[in-house]
């Protein structure tokens, strides 16, 4: 534990935290609508190697993911915690006031995050495992520290809340990557041919799938290094789904799925990986399946195409919309199963 001198100063001294700043005035007790909220998807590479998840505003997606990446691979911090099976956090929106209080929390603003919860305990007495360095890089990012708190209110050394403007994200999002740097502790990425058993469709199925999850809930247009931090949890999470011991290690994939220069950044994210992996796989993904389909003949009957399709008459009538069964008609085009 590190003593509360180690800290310094408080880079945002005389901000004003529980101020809007522009935010729309979304909190407790209405809390966020679900369409302005995100969620993180950070792969730690040491410790655990837990999949960190908060929700918090869209906008802010981007920067605590690479904060989660500053605390792991440039400090090697562990941000959750697990004491007798229980895993302590981190926790983030949550829409209720400020402990004891009936003023909104930036909870509630899902602007907060409080992390590793055990060993760093709200208390009268300041108590907190995280590295000063680790504290110094999240405040210069624009993260306000609970541990700043006293004077009568309780240290809440496991709080962190972002405060400042939408117009500050970018800006703060640029320095987190700058304080990144080269990733230190990232595991050098192999060769993409090692330890891959699969096949190029398979390795194609993997991360346009995990792609197209990702992309159901995510902001059009994002810094390509944040992309990159939030895929790769992704794509573990679809490698987690397969047999053990027959998937490729997520550094294998990564690496054949990003290869290629990427460039583009102004352009939507969807559009720039689309590229990317056109350039790294020869194509794009290929088409939905289309649903099988018969033209119907002279004497044929719903129960004969049934039978000749190894399908109910029921099924023929729903995937086809039929009012009367008896009423089909020569070159008539059914749908005779699903793709």
């Known amino acids: 534990m590190a003593s509360q001198s180690a800290y310094g100063s408080n880079p945002n001294a005389g901000v004003n935290v529980n101020a809007d700043h522009g935010w729309g ?93 055990p060993n760093n305990p709200q208390s009268y007495t300041f108590q907190s495992d995280m590295p000063p360095g680790l504290v110094n890089d999240w405040e210069r990012i624009g993260l306000c520290w609970g541990g700043r708190y006293g004077g009568g209110t309780k240290f809440d050394t496991m709080h962190f809340e972002y405060g400042y403007s939408p117009d500050d994200v970018a800006r703060h999002t640029a320095l987190a990557q700058q304080l990144l740097g080269t990733d230190p502790g990232k595991p050098h990425d192999p060769d993409p041919e090692d330890d891959m058993p699969y096949s190029e469709q398979q390795v194609k199925d993997i991360v346009y799938g995990a792609l197209q999850w990702f992309f159901q809930d995510t902001p059009a247009k994002l810094d390509l290094p944040v992309l990159r931090e939030q895929i ?37 994210a969807w559009r720039t990986l689309q590229a990317t992996n056109t350039k790294v796989f020869g194509g794009a993904p290929a088409p939905p399946p289309v649903d099988p389909t018969y033209t119907v003949q002279a004497g044929d009957t719903l129960s004969k195409i049934a039978t000749k399709f190894g399908v109910s008459v029921t099924d023929l009538v729903t995937w086809n919309g039929l009012a009367n069964p008896d009423a089909i008609e020569v070159g008539q085009v059914l749908k005779v199963g699903k793709a």
């Open 232 to 268: 790769r949890g992704v794509v573990r999470e679809e490698l987690a789904k397969l047999p053990a011991g027959t998937a490729p290690s997520v550094e294998a994939i990564w690496a054949k799925a990003i290869k290629s220069e990427l460039t583009g950044q102004d352009e939507p």
């Open 25 to 117: 005035g979304w909190q407790w007790p209405g809390g966020v609508p679900s369409d302005l909220l995100g969620t993180t998807s950070y792969q730690q590479v040491n410790g655990a190697k837990q999949i960190i998840r908060v929700t918090v505003r869209r906008e802010l997606v981007g920067l605590f993911t690479l904060a989660f990446a500053i605390a792991d691979r440039k400090h090697g911090y562990q941000v959750w915690a697990n004491r007798n099976g229980e895993v302590y956090g981190p926790w983030s929106y949550e829409n209720r006031p400020i402990g004891g209080t009936s003023t909104a929390s930036n909870h509630s603003r899902a602007k907060a995050i409080d992390v590793n919860a």
